[in-house]
């Protein structure tokens, strides 16, 4: 019953909410990642959702878009800026997200969306993990962070899938906080420094 209908009511009105509340610092991050990053200070890349249904996930921009002198992207460890490090250290650039929770791509609570390239790569229980609407944090960022591997991680998601609940996503969303809060470093799984998912 949660999961089919209360979940994307609250979903709804807790990222509509939170978007009024702290649509100043959205505006003064807008304002100062134009600055930093010398233009555009919003990240979009396509992301699978619900059911794989490509979607534009969006951020706070982190990095520079330096190129080599062949025209290639610098490596990201060499582009992530000293603001972009500030931004990830206390989750701020995922604050663009709740405009995906708004608009349904995503949910507070769910697997992460990860990127579209991995699809061909999960086998059939792991594509389970997109059963749901992918969420801003999950089961699997509170529960290892950088400490767990990718097969691990996958286990968390489909974990977490077969057993949706508001207590439980009450509890994540909780150890979120308190991890943000104590800035304990939670994996997103799109850090500069995570390995690649090869399958």
């Not at 992460?112 to 390239?117: D, E, F, G, S, T």
């Not at 991995?118 to 997109?130: D, F, G, I, K, P």
């Amino acid at each position: 019953m949660y999961a089919k209908f209360f979940k994307r009511f609250l979903d709804f009105m807790l990222s509509l909410t939170a978007l009024l509340i702290l649509s100043p610092v959205f505006l003064i991050l807008t304002v100062l990642g134009a600055i930093k990053m010398k233009g555009n200070p919003f990240f979009t890349q396509k992301r699978p959702g619900k059911n794989e249904k490509i979607f534009n996930l969006i951020k706070f921009r982190t990095m520079t878009c330096e190129k080599d002198k062949d025209g290639k992207l610098l490596p990201d460890a060499q582009r992530l800026t000293q603001y972009g490090k500030i931004l990830r250290s206390t989750s701020l650039d995922e604050l663009p997200e709740l405009i995906n929770i708004l608009i349904g791509d995503m949910s507070i609570i769910g697997p992460r969306p990860l990127l579209v390239k991995y699809l061909s790569r999960y086998n059939e229980e792991q594509r389970r993990r997109h059963d749901v609407r992918p969420g801003l944090t999950g089961y699997a960022q509170v529960n290892g962070r950088n400490a767990i591997s990718w097969e691990e991680k996958f286990k968390l998601d489909v974990e977490y899938v077969r057993n949706v609940t508001f207590v439980g996503d009450l509890k994540i969303l909780w150890k979120t906080v308190k991890a943000v809060v104590k800035r304990e470093g939670i994996n997103f799984a799109d850090t500069a420094d995570t390995k690649e998912f090869l399958g």
